[in-house]
């Protein structure tokens, strides 16, 4: 007894989730739970991180994708799966090459005064400094990482793989190196794939530009939204079946500005119906007329440096920058009376994914995979069902589609930040050799001179591989035959292309096996007016902030409230109140039952012969929320898997159950009711930590860990609770239903008609229902409790009740005589205000059940509930008028 008044003393009146995060989580750590082993009895279950960007420290996105993670480990864990969840981070290629020359540039230094060795270590510096910060973050999160098999994707393991991969697609003719048309970002300095374009929608101009006929005969015009771009130009072409220019096909012009002579050609690909249906034809800077181009076997002739200024071949213009080029090309051309007009044109231009700059379509010699046999099983796995893509209605048939029509992946880049190229040139004879290190002897001449390829991969081509290199691909190791292939990918949709369509074909092809049975794509998190978040916009928020400020389950349980499946949030900050406000719930709870409790273990299930008609509504509907709550897991439903437990908590347990309970715990009350209640309500209390620890890991176990047994460990391992079909109880839950509803009905005539709370009411009822009657003559000590009540009497339908409020519950009349608790006048005016409501409703009802287009067009459930709700509102009017009657 001493001892629980000593803990009685120390429950802290409000929740502190400081003290109570960082010291759970280093317990777990130390506890080893996050562990995973090989272990042939268990079922494995995993998940690989997509690995954030040493880029930058994490953001509010990374919070919500990682938490996603985790409630999936955690309800695994749980569930007795050995959970390995893979963590690490990415080189990140372009991006980290990007901030790291940026923080020179403020030096006024570039990556070429440091050199390529001094470079790449100052970049390494920085990853060390980011990697750790990302760390620190996601356990702050309370992510379940196994943090003993943190990768990094330019780690030794890691890059082995990448060589191995890069040979033995080379080595099978998949990977080329060719003079092709690619993306290029004149301020990276690098080539670019498709997916790094970003499309803008932009107003800009068409200039229509004379090119004269060599002959003398007049001129062809051409419409071109790049102007200097003409420098290159090689041809004119127009439609073979174009009537217009059919006569001049095989003659020449000569290129303004240029005075070059160029040929007029005739190609199916151009549109007539485009500007004047001649179009100009520049090989070297446009994929449309590069195809041209080796059709007619023209000349390429490149105009640009590689940072987007002109070179020589562009004689007067050269060292321009493309768009003072492009003004002066344009100026010259007025000049010369070769503009004949210019027009506002919109247009969807290229930009750099990384770094916002137009791109320009430039042709450069880079390597490339071809893609179009990899894609064929990553679309078989998707179509048979093997691979499940989350929300499929949203994100399938993009999946499908770009893998239908890709096209060949350029995964060269001019930089130095990466896995280097491995092929070898042999300084003699030219030879080209792929190979983990540099060889020996040249096989065609045994030279022993060589040069490396200066280019590094795109930095993809390592984060396509992360499923199975993490688990030691090449090497054919246990934990790869165990943990591979991985359960879910949980990603943002934004990187389906770049990474997770790329991954499903690397398994495929290097494993034979996709690489995770599910993926999920969560929504992207925006401002709270729908904006994207971004350091330009000043509109982030910082996750560490957040924790610090509310808590990481006040992030946690906000961030997935908000969420419904696959959709984007708009979020801001005050929303995490909406966190901490439930834990601030939980915790009350918690101190209720903890200030009522002297014996925490008692089995609930000793008590079944004191089980009220309470106890047995709170046992089965807590067997319906924990099966829906895994249900809805197993279903990526999670935002609904966590709104059924909330609402289960909040609004059942604390609402109801806790007040239900109140007075069989006070100290008048029988013993054996006392402690029969007091085990119910710490069984369901348990129970609910267990559902909602995936959501909140630290309250839950803070709680849990204070009323657990003394031979439980800990919430994390402890298994997730099961239902137990029996207890389930759809009477006793309408019979609950029932009383609640009386409950409300006459705490809302109380609270409308200013009923003092301090009174007691008499109720008065008219009913057939001797069942109903019966049931509420039984649990008159709930109404006296919360609606405060002191007496009920049944009263024949003929009697007049006067002076009285009224309510109907399922067809049952309830009076509350108001003589001596308020005043008359009120109440009449009141009904009369509830009798206008009802009728315009009523009256409504009646039009839409008489309109003929809503009978045709809406499912037949729906008219049916609307004729049902109409006869409930009628009858429910006919007795409000009649008691209207009463009182006047
Ligand atoms: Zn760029
Ligand atoms: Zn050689």
Known sequence: ???????????????????????????????????????????????????????????????????????????????????????????????????????????????????????????????????NRIIFQLKKMGCSCDWRRERFTMDEGLSRAVLEVFIRLYQKGLIYKGKYIINWCPRCGTAISDEEVEYKELTGRLWHIKYPLKNGKGHLVVATTRPETMLGDTAVAVHPEDERYAALIGQTVILPLMEREIPIIGDRQVDPEFGTGAVKVTPAHDPNDFEI????????????????????????????DRFDARKKVVEDLEKLGLLLKIEEHHHSVGHCHRCDTIIEPWLSEQWFVRMKEMAKPAIEVVQAGRLKIH????????????????????????????????????????????????????????????????????????????????????????????????????????????????????GMEFMEEIPFRDVYLNGIIRDNIGRKMSKSLGNGID??????????????????????????????????????????????????????????????????????????????????????????????????????????????FCDWYLELIKFRLSEEADPEQKKAVRAIAVHVMKTCMGLLHSYIP????????????????????????????????????????????????????????????????????????????????????????????????????????????????????????????????????????????????VNGLNKKLLNKQFLEKAPEKVVNQEKEKLRDFSEKLSKLNKNLEQLN
């Not at 929320?625 to 999670?638: H, M, Q, W």
């Open 391 to 506: 929300p499929a209605e949203r994100w399938l048939k993009t999946y499908i589609n770009w893998l239908e029509n890709i096209r060949d992946w350029c995964i060269s880049r001019q930089l130095w930040w990466g896995h280097r190229i491995p092929v070898y040139y042999c300084q003699k004879c030219g030879e080209m050799v792929a190979a983990q290190e540099q060889p020996d002897h040249c096989p065609k001449c045994q030279g022993n001179e060589w040069k490396q390829d200066e280019n590094v991969l795109d930095t993809w081509f390592s984060s396509w591989l992360w499923p199975f290199s993490t688990l030691g691909w090449p090497d054919e190791t246990p934990d790869l035959a165990y943990f591979y292939p991985t359960d879910v990918l949980a990603t943002g949709p934004d990187i389906i292309f770049f990474w997770v369509a790329r991954m499903v074909m690397a």
């Open 543 to 652: 996750p560490v902030d957040i924790i610090d400020r509310y808590s990481a389950d006040a992030m946690r349980f906000t961030l997935l409230m908000l969420s419904s499946e696959g959709q984007d949030i708009n979020l801001s900050e005050s929303h995490f109140e909406m966190g901490r406000n439930f834990s601030n719930k939980i915790w009350n709870a918690y101190r209720f039952l903890a200030l009522n409790l002297d014996q925490p273990h008692d089995d609930y299930q000793n008590y079944k012969q004191h089980y009220q008609l309470a106890d047995h509504w709170i046992l089965s509907r807590l067997q319906t929320t924990i099966s829906e709550v895994g249900k809805n897991l197993d279903n990526f439903r999670l935002n609904d898997s966590l709104n059924g437990v909330y609402h289960f908590f909040w609004h059942e």
């Open 1 to 131: 007894m001493a001892d629980t008044i000593k803990e009685k003393m120390e429950i802290p009146k409000t929740y502190n989730p400081k003290d109570v995060e960082d010291r759970w989580y280093q317990e777990w750590l130390e506890k080893g739970y996050f562990n995973a082993e090989v272990n042939p009895d268990k079922k494995p279950y995993t998940i690989v991180i997509p690995p954030p960007n040493v880029t930058a420290a994490l953001h509010m996105g990374h919070a919500y994708n990682n938490t996603i993670q985790d409630i999936f480990i955690r309800y695994r864990r749980k569930q007795g799966y050995e959970t390995l969840w893979l963590p690490g981070t990415d080189h990140a290629g372009i991006a980290t090459q990007n901030v790291v020359e940026k923080e020179l540039r403020r030096k006024n230094k570039t990556r070429f005064d440091l050199g390529r060795e001094a470079f790449v270590e100052r970049v390494w510096e920085w990853r060390e400094q980011y990697g």
């Open 698 to 841: 630290f309250i839950s176990e803070e709680i849990w860990q204070r009323l657990k047994n003394e031979d439980d460990d800990s919430l994390v391992i402890s298994a997730w609770p099961a239902a137990k079909q029996e207890l389930v109880d759809t009477g006793v839950e309408r019979d609950m239903q029932f009383v609640q509803n009386v409950i409300v009905a006459i705490r809302n005539i109380r609270s409308e008609m200013n009923v003092p709370p301090g009174s007691k009411a008499d109720l008065v009822i008219k009913s057939d229902d001797k069942q109903r009657l019966a049931l509420l003559n039984k649990q008159s000590e709930y109404l006296n409790r919360l609606a405060r009540v002191k007496s009920i009497r049944e009263v024949p339908h003929a009697e007049k009740v006067t002076g009285a409020a009224m309510a109907v519950v399922e067809n049952i009349e309830l009076f509350i005589p108001l003589a001596g608790l308020i005043d008359l006048t009120v109440e009449r005016n009141r009904l009369q205000k509830e009798i206008d409501r009802l009728v315009n409703q």
């Open 293 to 320: 181009g080796k059709r007619h076997k023209l000349e390429e002739i490149n105009i640009l440096n590689d940072d987007g200024s002109l070179n020589q071949s562009t004689k007067q213009y050269t060292g321009l």
